[in-house]
Structure formats: structure tokens, C-alpha cells
């Protein structure tokens, strides 16, 4: 479809001049899967093209509060940038975003190939390397976050930015189910849940990557990849001025200002 590069380039502006976009989905109804994830493919592609690497691999819609709040229950994938990485303590400029949104999440380094359709979640934690704690700052392009599966695959699941830990976790010292995470707004519990939200164990998440990749296109996770496993509870609205710390059990804490 013509239109692939179209909506890419389209999606591109809308996210590089800071401006909301209608669903691609109101004109294309018919808009499949398969050509949003096109959509994705060409987007990242002109990132590369203009001189961004990849520097990860998100998940979304892996837990229920995030399949909820947004009205979606199929997870989906998506890729983080280089320039989209601020560490703990992070200062962020409120103008450059349209209506942030704040997410904790577990990501996992991997120190082994993952690939193939049998993937579970014993054989990932095998070949993680590492984890650690972070919060994804989502900013969809699309007005009041509203939009449909296709939609948001296209638009590369909403990313934006992301804070990281400093610290890094080996995994067998923790039980990754079972980590509790309270999100601080301004000094206020915003929000509570468990790693478990995330497909009963976030390792799963990385499993349903691998086993995505797969389906879509015979690839799947390498040595080195880095990968967020989604969002554990619903995502907390952002405002100038916010200051977020959020709190992972037994692993410290990922803040940032918004200025
Ligand atoms: C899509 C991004 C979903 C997550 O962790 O669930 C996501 C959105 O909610 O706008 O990153
Ligand atoms: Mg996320």
C-alpha cells in the first residue's frame, strides 16, 4: 500500500512539530494489523534515515490496568530511541510534549538469543542479564489518547521518552513477580500496583515479544536487546511543574522533574 509511506511520514511530522493528528483509522476504516505495523516500520526506518538509533524494544497493553484504561487488550510492540532516554533525576520540558503521560515498568536486558514460537518464561529469565526499573513517558499523537489497535501501532505505541535507573538488578535476586510499585505525584501515592499485573510475570512479556517477532516475520530477540515489558498499572496524567518519584521494591527509585 502507497499509503504506508504517507501515514509514516504523516505520524513523523505530527510527533517532530509537536502537534495532534485524527486517527489514521477515521479516513481507513480498513486499516489492518499488518499495515499499521508497516506504518511503524517506515516511521522508525526515517528516524534511522535522519540519524536516530534504536536502543530498545517496548511492550504494550500488558497489563490489565493499561488494557483498561485504554480500551485494548492485544499487547503490541514498538521501538525506543537513543535521543529518548533521560536518566534518574531527569529534568523534562513540558512544551515538548502534547499531553505526557507517566508509566512504571520493568525492562530486561538480555545476555542470549530468544527465538521461535515455544518461547516461555523460565527460558527468558535464563538469558536475562539484567533488569532494572524505569517509567516510560507516553505522549500519543493522537487527540485525547484515543485511538484504535491499528492507530497506535502505527503511531510506535506512543513513545516519546523514557527515564531509566541507574542501578541494574541481576534477576535471580528477586522475585519479578512480585515487586511493589507505588508512583508518587507531587509528594501523593498517584498510584499502586505488582510486577505480577504484567502478564502474571513480566517475563512474560518478553516471551510474547519473541513469540510476535516470530509470527510477524521469522525474527526474534538477540543478545543485548533491551526490552520494556509495559506499563504495570495505568498511566498518570502529567502536568508542568510535576514531580514524580516512583518507588520499585527492594530496587530504589526512578524521579523526575517536569519543568
Ligand atoms: C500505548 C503505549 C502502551 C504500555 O506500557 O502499555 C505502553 C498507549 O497507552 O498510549 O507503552
Ligand atoms: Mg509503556
Known sequence: MNNIHQHAEHLLKAEEENHLVDCLTQDHPDLSLEDAYAIQDRLVELKQEAGHSISALKMGFTSKGKMRQMGIEDPIHGKVFEYMEESDGAKLVFDEYLHPKAEAELAF???GDISGAEVTAEEVLEKTECVFPMVEIIDSRYQDFKFTLPDVIADNTSAKRVVYSNQLFSPEDFRLDDIGVTLYKNGEAAIRGVSSFVMDHPANSVA?????????NGTGLRRGDLILTGGITEAVLLAKGDHVVT???GMGSVSFHVR
Open 109 to 111: 536486558k538480555l545476555g
Open 208 to 216: 510474547a515479544l519473541a513469540k510476535m517477532l516470530h509470527e510477524r
Open 247 to 249: 518507588d520499585f521494591e
